[in-house]
C-alpha cells in the first residue's frame, strides 16, 4: 500500500530521481517468484477468483469454470516477471491479512468476510485518478487487485464453461450479420 | 543457352533430373501465383521453399481448437517471448508455427525493424491479413510529379486487367465505390457492415465530400471459389483455413500448378544463390542447400522468378556475385538492397456510441471497414505539410470481456452481470500510411556474422523521415475529428512511434523503373541485367502507396509470367 502511494508521490513530485528508488524497487519486481506459492495455495485462489466471479441461477462462476488453475498457469508461464512477483507477493498479503483479521483461511471465510478483504485489497490497489494513475500502471504495472481480476475475466471468457455458459461462444458460425435485434438475455460473444 | 534437357545426365531419375525450364524461389503469395501461371502454361517449373512443407487443411493442427484447448488460452509464453522477441509480437500460441524462430534466423536490426517472417510452403500466404485494394495512377504517377525516387514504369491501364485476372481466381469480396483512386476490384459478394459501422458511414457522407467508408475488401470468400470456401466466418484464418474460406497458396495456386503435373515442389531447400553464365549473360540457375542435410544441388532452368519476400529477394542478389556483377546479380545500378519501405502504423483514435443498445451482430466477420485515401488527392485535399496519403483502416464492434475491464468498477455479481453483457459500441480507425522510397532505408550482407547454414546474416537499416511523421500527426488528429463529427464519446486517439516492419509490408528493395542505370527491374519485373531473371515479389515495389500489397504482387506475377513464357516461346530469352 505505502509503496505505491509513496512511488505516486514520487512520479508526481519527482521529489527523488529514479535511481534512489531503483535499487529496493527493481529487485522486487525482478527477484524470482516464488512460482510454488499459487500452486500451494489452490484453495485460496479458487475462492478468490469466485468473489470476483461468483456463481448465478443461470451462469457458472469463475471457479467452476477452472480459472484458477489457468491462472496458475499464466502467472507461471506467461505474464512478465514483474507482474508475476506484484501477484504473488499480493497473494501472500492476501492470506496473511486474513489470517491475521480474521483468523483464517479466505477460503473458510463467510461471503461478507471475503468481500470485505476483496475490497480492502481494491482500495489498496486502486490507482490514482487521471493522469497520475495512468502513470502509475504504466511504470508500476497493475496492484494485486487488478491483477487477480484481468486473469479472472482473461480465464473465464476463454474456458470451456466460461465461454459457452457465461458468454455466448458458437464455434463455427457460418455466417456474419453486422446489426440484429438483440435476443432478450442475449449474453457478450466470448470471441470476435 | 542450349536445352538444358539436351545434356546427358547419369542421374537414375532420368535426363536431366535437375533441369527445369523454370524455377521460381520462395512459395508464399507471389511464388505460389509464379508456379501456377507458369505450370499452366506448360513450363514444368520446380518450386523452392526454405522452409517445412505445410500441406493443405492436414497441417493445420490447430484450426479447430477452442480458447480453452490451448494450455494458456493463446496467450504466449515467457519463453516463447524471450526466444523469439520479435515474432512472438506477431504470433499467438494458436499459429506460432506459422513464423519463425528469432534465434534460429537472426538479423540485424541497425535500427529497431520488425521483420515478420514465415518460412514453410505458403510463406506468409497463411498468415496475411488478406485485405486487397488497387493501386491507381494517382499511385503509379506519384513519383514523377513529386519527382522523387524514379518513376514507375508502368501505368494503371498496364496491371488493370491483371488484377482483372487474379482476382477472378483468387477472390475477393467487397463493396463497388467508384472511386478513380481505389479502383474497384472484380468482388464477390461483400460482407456486412455493423450497426455502427453502417451509422458511421452514413454520418461520414454527411460530414464530408472528400472520403467514404467502405467495407473492407478482402480475399476471403463469401461465396465458393472454384471448389474453395465459403468463410465460415469464424476469424481464425491465421490458423489456415480447413474451409479454404481465404486465399492462401497452399488452398488455391498450389493446389492449381500441382495439378498441371508440371510442378516439382522442394521444400526445405535454401536457395544460397542464383548462378550466372558470364559468356551467355543470362541466369542458368540456382545453388540450393537442404535445410537439414546441408547437402548442396545445382538446379538449372531457362527463366527463374524470385519470389523469396522482399528482404531476403535482395539478399540472395547480394550474394550472388560474379566477375560481373561483384556487388550482387543485376546490382549495375547499386540499387538492390536499397528503398526499403514498409507503411508506417501506430496511430489512429477509438469511440464509444451511444444507441443501438437493443441491436448486436453475429459471427465472427474476418474483416473491418476501411476509409480509402483523403489527403492529396486534388487541389481540394492537397497538404501543405506532406505528400501522398494513408488509408484508415477500422473496426466498429461492441466490447467485450476483458476490452470491458478499464470501465467496469469493482467485483462480485453485479461486476458479473455486467461482464457478460454486450458493452457499448465502439469503434476504432487507425492508419496504414504512405512511405516513401529512400535510399538509406536498406538491407545489406553482414560480412562477418553467418547463420547455422553458413550464410551473411543481413542488417537492415531502416527508419522514417519527416514527411512519415506529419502524416502520422494527421492521422491522429483526422481520426479524432471525425469521431467527434459522427457523435462519438469517451474519443481517446494515439500516435506511438511503431518500428518498421511493424504493417509487415516491406517493399521496395529490387525496384522497378524505366532507366537501368537508376532501376533493377524493367516494367515487366524482368532484371534490366539479367534478362531471365523475374522479380515480382515486393521488392519490385517503386512506391509503397497507401494499400496493402499483396494483390499488387499477384497481378504483377501473372503479367510478369506472360511476358515471360511469351519471350521463352520467341526465343528471346
Redesign the interface.
Known amino acids: 500500500m505505502k509503496r505505491r502511494t509513496a512511488i505516486g508521490r514520487i512520479l508526481l513530485t519527482g521529489a527523488i530521481g529514479a535511481g534512489a528508488f531503483s535499487g529496493y524497487e527493481w529487485y522486487e519486481w525482478n527477484k524470482s517468484p516464488d512460482f510454488d506459492y499459487p500452486d500451494k495455495h489452490r484453495a485460496t485462489l479458487a475462492a478468490l477468483v469466485q ?4 456463481p ?1 441461477p443461470s ?1 457458472p462462476g469463475a471457479a467452476e469454470a477452472g480459472v484458477h488453475e ?1 491462472i496458475i ?2 502467472v507461471k ?5 514483474h507482474a508475476a512477483n506484484t501477484f504473488i507477493d499480493g497473494l501472500k498479503d492476501l492470506v496473511h491479512y486474513s489470517r491475521s483479521t480474521y483468523k483464517k483461511e479466505y477460503e473458510a471465510g463467510t461471503p461478507a468476510e471475503q ?1 470485505a478483504i ?1 475490497t480492502h485489497f ?1 482500495e489498496k490497489g486502486r490507482p490514482l485518478n487521471g493522469i497520475l494513475g495512468k502513470a502509475q500502471n504504466k511504470y508500476l504495472g497493475k496492484s494485486f487487485f487488478y491483477l487477480l ?2 486473469y479472472t ?3 473465464y ?4 464453461l466460461g ?1 459457452g455458459k ?2 455466448a ?15 432478450p438475455g ?7 | 543457352m542450349g536445352d538444358p534437357r539436351q545434356i546427358p545426365n547419369l542421374n537414375t531419375k532420368g535426363v536431366g533430373a535437375n533441369s527445369f525450364d523454370a524455377i521460381v524461389v520462395g512459395s508464399g503469395i507471389s511464388g505460389g501465383w509464379a508456379a501456377k501461371e507458369l505450370c499452366e502454361k506448360g513450363l514444368r517449373t520446380l518450386v523452392l521453399e526454405r522452409g517445412r512443407n505445410v500441406q493443405h487443411v492436414k497441417d493445420y493442427t490447430t484450426a479447430f481448437m477452442a480458447p480453452w484447448e490451448f494450455p494458456h488460452h493463446l496467450e504466449n509464453t515467457r519463453k516463447d517471448k524471450e526466444a523469439d522477441p520479435i515474432q512472438s509480437g506477431a504470433y499467438t500460441e494458436s499459429n506460432k508455427q506459422w513464423y519463425v524462430s528469432d534465434s534460429e534466423h537472426p538479423y540485424i536490426q541497425q535500427k529497431p525493424f520488425n521483420w515478420i517472417r514465415g518460412y514453410q510452403v505458403g510463406g506468409r500466404s497463411l498468415t496475411w491479413g488478406r485485405q486487397c485494394y488497387r493501386l491507381s495512377d494517382l499511385d503509379f504517377e506519384a513519383n514523377a510529379k513529386d519527382g522523387i525516387a524514379v518513376d514507375w514504369p508502368i501505368r494503371y491501364k498496364d496491371i488493370a486487367p491483371w488484377y482483372d485476372y487474379v482476382e477472378t481466381f483468387a477472390g475477393i469480396s467487397g463493396k463497388a465505390e467508384g472511386l478513380p483512386h481505389l479502383p474497384d476490384s472484380i468482388f464477390l459478394p461483400p460482407m456486412e457492415m455493423t450497426c455502427i459501422e453502417t451509422e458511421f458511414t452514413n454520418k461520414i457522407k454527411q460530414q464530408y465530400n472528400d472520403r467514404i467508408v467502405t467495407i473492407g475488401r478482402v480475399a476471403n470468400l463469401t461465396q465458393a471459389v472454384q471448389g474453395r470456401g465459403p468463410c465460415q466466418f469464424r476469424n481464425l484464418c491465421a490458423r489456415g483455413c480447413p474451409f479454404s474460406g481465404y486465399f492462401s497458396s497452399n488452398a488455391a495456386t498450389l493446389p492449381a500448378a500441382e495439378q498441371t503435373g508440371n510442378m516439382t515442389l522442394l521444400p526445405d531447400s535454401i536457395v544460397l544463390e542464383v548462378l550466372y553464365d558470364e559468356k551467355k549473360h543470362k541466369a542458368t540457375g540456382v545453388r540450393v542447400m537442404n535445410a537439414h542435410t546441408k547437402a548442396i544441388t545445382d538446379y538449372f532452368a531457362r527463366v527463374i522468378f524470385l519470389n523469396a519476400s522482399t528482404i531476403a529477394t535482395a539478399a540472395l542478389l547480394l550474394n550472388s556475385t560474379s566477375p560481373t556483377f561483384p556487388n550482387g546479380l543485376g546490382n549495375s545500378s547499386e540499387q538492390v538492397g536499397h528503398n526499403l519501405m514498409d507503411h508506417f502504423t501506430g496511430s489512429g483514435a477509438l469511440g464509444e456510441y451511444e444507441g443501438f443498445d437493443d441491436r448486436y451482430f453475429s459471427g465472427r466477420r474476418p474483416v473491418g471497414i476501411y476509409i480509402p485515401r483523403y489527403r492529396n488527392i486534388s487541389k481540394e485535399t492537397a497538404r501543405k505539410d506532406f505528400i501522398r496519403g494513408y488509408g484508415l483502416q477500422g473496426n466498429g464492434t461492441r466490447a467485450e470481456g476483458v476490452e470491458r475491464l478499464a470501465s467496469l468498477e469493482g467485483f462480485g455479481a453485479d461486476f458479473r452481470d455486467k461482464l457478460v453483457q454486450p458493452g457499448p459500441w465502439t469503434l476504432w480507425m487507425g492508419g496504414w500510411g504512405e512511405t516513401l522510397p529512400y535510399y538509406s532505408n536498406k538491407i545489406t550482407l553482414d560480412d562477418a556474422k553467418k547463420d547455422k547454414w553458413g550464410q551473411p546474416v543481413i542488417k537492415i537499416d531502416f527508419e522514417y523521415h519527416e514527411n512519415e511523421r506529419a502524416m502520422q500527426k494527421d492521422v491522429e488528429e483526422s481520426t479524432r475529428e471525425m469521431l467527434e463529427r459522427t457523435g462519438f464519446k469517451n474519443i481517446n486517439s494515439y500516435s506511438h512511434a511503431q518500428p518498421g516492419g511493424s504493417a509487415v509490408h516491406e517493399m521496395g528493395t529490387v525496384r522497378m523503373g524505366r532507366d537501368p542505370k537508376t532501376s533493377v527491374l524493367n516494367g515487366f519485373n524482368q532484371m534490366h541485367d539479367v534478362k531471365n531473371v523475374f522479380i515480382t515479389d515486393g521488392s519490385c515495389m517503386t512506391s509503397s502507396a497507401t494499400q496493402n500489397p499483396s494483390l499488387t504482387y499477384m497481378a504483377l506475377t501473372a503479367r510478369a509470367c506472360d511476358y515471360a513464357v511469351s519471350q521463352l516461346k520467341k526465343g528471346d530469352l
Open positions: 468473489t470476483i466471479l461468483p448465478g451462469i489457468y498457469r499464466l508461464d506467461c505474464v512478465d516477471i468481500t476483496m481494491q481480476r484481468d475475466v482473461r480465464g471468457c476463454t474456458s470451456e465461454a457465461g458468454l461462444y458458437v464455434a463455427i458460425p457460418g455466417s456474419f450479420h453486422g446489426c440484429i435485434p438483440k435476443a442475449q449474453r457478450a460473444w466470448a470471441t470476435k
